[in-house]
């Protein structure tokens, strides 16, 4: 699967999963800026912008940007996929404060740190949030 198949099948994935859950979606059929799918909890009426991140491996780490850091509210969410190279998939559902606090604070850590041969690293725009740990495993829980 390329990149674009990659992301088109993470956000449909999830999109199945909230409908399931109580939750009616909206995909957009173009790229639009900051979110992926547009929710209302059927239940409370509250809604929620959804930013997807789709990986196809088995290892919880998807690739943002300096961007993200700055993209944070309280309806604002991540639902990071690990399409687990065509077995089942897994949802990462993270709220967008954490992931931009997280990955800040990882790139800054990388800075700090030399590299190969005490080299220092160069900056650049790309961030990296793992959740290896599972913290945010399966917590559709915090879209309620």
């Known amino acids: ?84 190279e065509l077995e089942t998939p897994e949802f990462h559902v993270v709220p967008s404060k954490v992931v931009a606090e997280k990955i800040k604070e990882d790139h800054q850590n990388w800075l700090s740190v030399p590299g190969k041969n005490g080299k220092i690293h160069n900056d650049s725009s790309m961030r990296i949030f793992n959740d290896d740990d599972n913290i945010f495993l399966n917590r559709w829980d915090l879209l309620i």
């Open 1 to 84: 699967m390329n990149n674009v198949s990659t992301g088109n099948a993470g956000e449909y994935f999830v999109a199945g999963e909230l409908e399931r859950r109580g939750f009616t979606c909206a995909v957009p059929m173009s790229n639009t800026k900051d979110f992926d799918i547009l929710i209302i909890n059927r239940n409370n009426n509250k809604q929620y912008a959804i930013q997807v991140k789709t990986t196809m491996h088995k290892k919880k780490s998807w690739m943002l940007s300096k961007k993200n850091e700055k993209l944070y509210a309280d309806n604002i969410f991540y639902v990071f996929v690990s399409l687990n």
